[in-house]
C-alpha cells in the first residue's frame, strides 16, 4: 500500500508518504471544524465520513495516515468499528484515535483494548490535534516506508536469484558430456554455493589431440563465476593470440597474462592444463598453483605418478616461463585431476585432512562398480559432517 507525491508536496519529516486523515463522525459539524482546524497544514490531506457505515470501505480508498473515529454514533458504534479497523488487513495498522465527548477511564480502557492508538475529549485545541495527527502520521508513515523498503529488496532479492540460477544454467551447460571413446572420462562437479569459482572441460583441438584442464578462481558468487566462464570459453574457443594449444607452458603463460588478478577484482586462479596426443601416448602437461595431477599406471595401481603443478598462483606476477612436463601413459592407466575442495577438507573434531591421508584414499583398490569419485564425495562429506562442503569440489577422471 503506498502514497505517492511530488517532491514539493512532501510531509514536513521529507517523506514522500503524503498525512491522510479520515474523519468518522456523524456530525457533519464536527467535520467542518475538523476541517477548519487542519486548513492551514498545507501537507495534511483531510476525508470526512459522515455514515459509519461507509467508513470501512472509505478508508481502503483514501488510504489515510491516521484515523480520528467518534464513539457515539447511530448504526454503528464507535467501539465496534475500532474492532473492524483491527480485523480488516488494509486497516489493521492504520493509527486509530478515539474522539469522545467525555473523559471515561472505562470507555478508554475498552478502546485501547479493542486497539484504538489515543484518545481525545472532542473538540481538543487545534495545536494539540495537529501534534497527535502528526505524531501518529508521521510513525504509521515509517511502518510504511520499512514494508516498501522491504517490499524492495525482497523484489531485489528475486530478481538476483533469478539472475544467479540462470547463471549457474549457463555455467553448467559450458560443461562437457562425458564420454567413452576413443578415451572414458566422467567427471563429478558439485558448487558449494550457486555460483562456483570452479570449472572443468576437455576438447579436441585436433583429431590427435585431446586438451584437459581444471580451474579453480578464489572465491565464490558472481565475480568468481565470470572469471571461470571467461577463461574456459577462451580454452575452448582457443582464442590466445600467438599460443600452441598443444603446448602447456605456453597455453599458461597466455592466460597469466590476459587475466591479471587486478585487473580482474583482484581475483587470482589455480589451473592445471594438460594435453594428451594419442598417436605418441603422451601426456604432457602445466600446473599454476593447482593440486597435482595423479596418473595411476596400471604396473603400480596404488602408487600414484603426481604430475605436479610447477609453475606459480596464476594472474598474481608476471612470469617468464611456464613449464610443461611430459609422461608416457601406459593403456589401462587412470588420470585424476581436481580442485582442492577435493581433499583441503576441515573434520569434525577440527582437525584437517592430509594430503597424504587423500593420497593413500585416491590408491584404494576399486570396490565393485562404485566411481571413485562417488566414493570421494562421499567421503570427504562424511569427515567435514556436512552435504554442503566449504569449498567446490570438481574432479575429472580419464581413463585411458
Not at 488510504?63 to 458504534?77: A, E, G, K, R, Y
Not at 553448467?172 to 558439485?190: C, N
Not at 581436481?338 to 582437525?351: L, N, P, R, V
Request: hydrophobic share 40%; aromatic share 10%; glycine share 6%.
Amino acid at each position: 500500500m503506498q502514497h505517492q507525491q511530488s517532491s514539493a508536496e512532501r510531509n514536513q519529516t521529507g517523506s514522500e508518504f503524503p498525512i491522510i486523515v479520515l474523519l468518522v463522525d456523524d456530525q457533519p459539524i464536527i467535520g467542518e471544524g475538523v476541517r477548519k482546524m487542519l486548513a492551514k497544514e498545507s501537507d495534511i490531506t483531510f476525508h470526512f465520513c459522515s455514515d459509519p457505515t461507509k467508513a470501512i470501505e472509505l478508508a481502503m480508498r483514501v488510504q489515510p495516515t491516521v484515523i480520528l473515529q467518534d464513539l457515539v454514533m447511530p448504526d454503528v458504534d464507535g467501539l465496534l468499528l475500532v474492532k473492524f479497523y483491527r480485523a480488516n488487513k488494509a486497516t489493521r495498522e492504520i493509527p486509530l484515535i478515539v474522539l469522545s465527548s467525555k473523559e471515561e477511564p472505562e470507555t478508554k480502557a475498552k478502546a485501547f483494548a479493542l486497539g484504538a492508538n489515543d484518545y481525545l475529549v472532542k473538540l481538543p485545541d487545534r495545536v494539540e490535534l495537529v501534534a497527535r495527527i502528526r505524531y501518529h502520521s508521521n510513525s504509521y508513515i515509517r511502518l510504511l516506508e520499512r514494508n516498501a523498503a522491504y517490499a524492495a529488496l525482497a523484489e531485489s532479492r528475486l530478481h538476483m536469484a533469478q539472475d544467479i540460477e540462470a547463471g549457474a544454467k549457463y555455467l553448467y551447460s559450458l560443461l562437457p558430456e562425458p564420454t567413452t571413446t576413443p578415451l572414458q572420462i566422467d567427471w563429478r562437479y558439485v558448487p558449494c554455493t550457486d555460483l562456483a569459482g570452479d570449472t572443468l572441460g576437455y576438447n579436441w583441438i585436433d583429431p590427435d589431440h585431446l586438451a584437459i584442464y581444471v580451474l579453480d578462481v578464489a572465491g565464490h558468487g558472481i565475480a568468481s563465476a565470470l572469471l571461470s566462464v571467461s577463461i574456459m570459453n577462451v580454452l575452448r574457443a582457443r582464442t590466445l593470440p600467438n599460443v600452441d594449444f598443444q603446448h602447456p607452458g605456453q597455453v599458461l603463460g597466455a592466460l597469466n597474462t590476459s587475466f591479471r588478478a587486478e585487473e580482474c577484482g583482484n581475483k587470482f586462479y589455480t589451473i592445471w592444463y594438460g594435453v594428451y596426443c594419442q598417436s605418441r601416448r603422451t601426456l604432457s602437461w602445466a600446473g599454476g598453483g593447482h593440486p597435482d595431477g595423479l596418473l595411476y599406471d596400471p604396473v603400480t595401481p596404488n602408487t600414484p605418478i603426481r604430475l605436479e603443478s610447477q609453475n606459480p598462483l596464476m594472474g598474481v606476477m608476471e612470469w617468464d616461463e611456464f613449464l610443461t612436463g611430459s609422461v608416457q601413459v601406459t593403456a589401462g592407466s587412470r588420470l585424476y585431476i581436481y580442485t582442492d575442495g577435493a581433499h583441503e577438507i576441515h573434520k569434525t573434531d577440527g582437525s584437517e585432512w592430509l594430503f597424504e591421508e587423500f593420497l593413500e584414499y585416491m590408491s584404494q583398490p576399486p570396490e565393485g562398480d562404485v566411481s571413485l569419485m562417488d566414493r570421494l564425495l562421499w567421503h570427504v562429506r562424511e569427515l567435514s559432517g556436512s552435504q554442503t562442503l566449504d569449498d567446490d569440489f570438481t574432479t575429472i577422471e580419464v581413463r585411458f
